[in-house]
């Protein structure tokens, strides 16, 4: 099976200050992406990589930035954090090229007060 | 533009009988489309897929059809269970994009 994990799980930060969001893979998966879960919205991509140092964004990227410098971690960050911010972060990793099949963390709450 | 949507933003139906989820979209150059059911507190996990080249998928008591001309597609579950109560996100992808475009999702409510 594959493994994922997000740190931190849940977060609590004040507007205007800067977050970052881990997502670690055991496996050496080349894809990886991060989402964000809002009611009504589902979920929406926010960047994704497919490699080292190899990222794009995607339909909610702005306030966002990404790093990936070694294959197993891929990094979200909030340059500075906003109350619409506030959602649900799911990180995943790509199991099938083809079909697009993802599997996914268990996702971080991060709350923007 | 969304272009998965989920009508229908929840589903109640007795345990025993059949759940119908409905998804429809947009992109004719979507290729395959995916099932994901997601539990409070964790991440989406893979349910069923399938390919544009079929009609229809079947694994153990889900099934999932497509309905390309009308780029309609769903799911069904028979017999229902009161553990398939979650939500059922909707997933489109492109082969030449990689990426997944989802549905809003439809919470399912299975009563014993």
């Known amino acids: 099976d594959a493994g994922i994990t997000q740190s931190p799980r849940h977060k609590v930060t004040e507007t205007g200050t800067p977050v970052t969001l881990r997502c670690h893979q055991t496996?050496?998966?080349?894809?990886m992406y991060w989402y964000r879960q809002d009611p009504g919205h589902g979920l929406r991509l926010i960047h994704y990589?497919?490699?080292?140092?190899?990222?794009d964004k995607g339909e909610v990227s702005d306030g966002y930035s990404v790093s990936r410098s070694k294959t197993e971690d891929f990094l979200l960050t909030l340059e500075s954090a906003t109350s619409s911010q506030t959602s649900v972060y799911f990180c995943?990793?790509?199991?099938?090229?083809?079909?697009?099949?993802?599997?996914f963390g268990p996702g971080t709450r991060l709350t923007v007060t | 533009d969304q272009q998965v949507k989920q009508n229908s933003p929840s589903l109640s139906v007795q345990e025993g009988r059949i759940s119908i989820l409905n998804c429809d979209y947009t992109?004719?150059?979507?290729?395959?489309f995916l099932w994901y059911k997601k539990y409070p507190a964790e991440g989406p996990t893979f349910l069923i897929s399938?390919?544009?080249?079929?009609d229809k998928n079947e694994d153990g008591r889900f099934t999932v059809f497509l309905n390309k001309s009308a780029k309609h597609l769903s799911l069904h579950i028979v017999p229902s269970q009161p553990g398939d109560s979650a939500v059922y996100f909707c997933?489109?992808?492109?082969?030449?994009?990689?990426?997944?475009?989802f549905g809003q999702g439809t919470t399912l409510q299975v009563k014993p």
């Open positions: 995943a990793i790509g199991l099938a090229e083809l079909s697009g099949e993802q599997y």
């Open positions: 496996e050496n998966h080349r894809y």
């Open positions: 990589s497919y490699g080292v140092k190899d990222t």
């Open positions: 992109n004719s150059m979507f290729d395959y």
């Open positions: 399938i390919s544009s080249i079929k």
């Open positions: 997933a489109a992808s492109s082969s030449n994009t990689g990426k997944l475009i």
